[in-house]
């Protein structure tokens, strides 16, 4: 059985020279654009571009190649950085590989192991693309033998609501198109994680879904989301439709902010009223962006195990953190 | 670059950078040229200031980088520097 996307490599075990040589490929390929940059931002835009797709992997690859570079590369000081923040930072028995099925559609998978044996991560990036967070980051975290996560990016930066290109021209049938493609129930476990403007759409897409769980980080709130679907001329009754509907079973829904932010405090306190959610306002977190705020403590991985409510290097439960009588965490 | 180009494009760049920093009153304020938006109430962090410079870049063609803006500090400051470097 595999989780219907094509290619179907889904139980191919990928060679360690066809491996090298594509990593190869792919440094040499970075070296000619960098080699055309001009100015600072020109390097800027290709690292950031490279950091919302590159697989922990591909990152220790570049770190061993760029290291053979000259100090003043201007690769060095970047790739230095990404590796100096991988939380695990050590290689698997086996990694993520990536495919991008589209554009707009990056599955990140081992390949190695039956669906029905991993939990998928549906990915609803916010306005930079990334869940927060450079992509090898965040797969650091997670075991591949345990977790294929695919990444949907909001290109239009309209927070899904006009669709995914490859996939349906609105929410709704880039959503049914997903569900045909991936297969989310062919999966142990299937989790819809959404950041900024990802968060809305990633609560909607777990309810549509009828996935396990479904879990907005900073996200904003349902009403903004909704005049945004109306100031561009859509109807936004079928968006409410689904979240006031409760189909069974119900996905246990997480609405998360820094509880020091004012702003994503009210926008989740607001989407928790509207829906039946979990509320963490984490404990003296003043940013948006809670996922770096919790790499810069150390507490990545915890985080994200706690969030997804299991482990993310085995099939244990998770501990769970204390919660202070005021709703937040610590 | 005529000024509301430039104003614009600053604008367009700040919505790159930081979603929803500026609303639609604003917006008109700002290409009214009512408007000058201090930087550091944009909670900008390290990637949104890549992302404005990179922005910045691609419209007008005039270089700023990261470290810049803090100097800078305004929307006011950053089209001074830029209209200066355009000649």
Known sequence: MNAGLPPNRAHVVTQPSSLSSRLDRAYRLYR?????????NQLNRIHLALEN?????????LRAALAREPPDSPGRPWIARLDRFMPVNKPRPVEFERSGLFKSLTRYTAGTVFPEQKTLIIGFSGHFHRLMLPMPWLLDCLDPRLYDVLVLRDFSRRSFTVGVPELG?????AIARLRELVRPHAYRNAIALGTSSGGTPALLAAILLGLKRGISVSGQDFQRFTTRVKN???????????????PEPFP???VV???????DVKAASALHELVPSHLWKIHNCEQHAVLPWQLAQGRLPAFLAEMLDQSLESSDPVATTAVAPDGQRY | MENAQLRIAVLEALKAAVPGAVNDQMRDSFLAGGLNIELARLEMDSLARMEFCIAIELS???TLVPPQLAELGSTDAIERCIREQLG
Do not use: K, M, Q, W
Not at chain 1, 232 to 246: E, F, K, V
């Open chain 1, 232 to 246: 561009r001329g859509l109807d936004d009754t079928p968006y409410a439709a689904l979240l006031a509907s409760r």
């Open chain 1, 53 to 61: 797709f590159l697989t922990p992997a591909e990152v220790r690859y």
């Open chain 1, 169 to 173: 021209a609105d929410f709704f049938a």
């Open chain 1, 32 to 40: 000619r654009r960098i080699g055309r940059c001009r100015t600072e």
């Open chain 1, 257 to 263: 902010c820094g509880a020091e932010h004012t702003n």
């Open chain 2, 60 to 62: 007008t063609g005039v």
């Open chain 1, 252 to 254: 246990d829904l997480l």
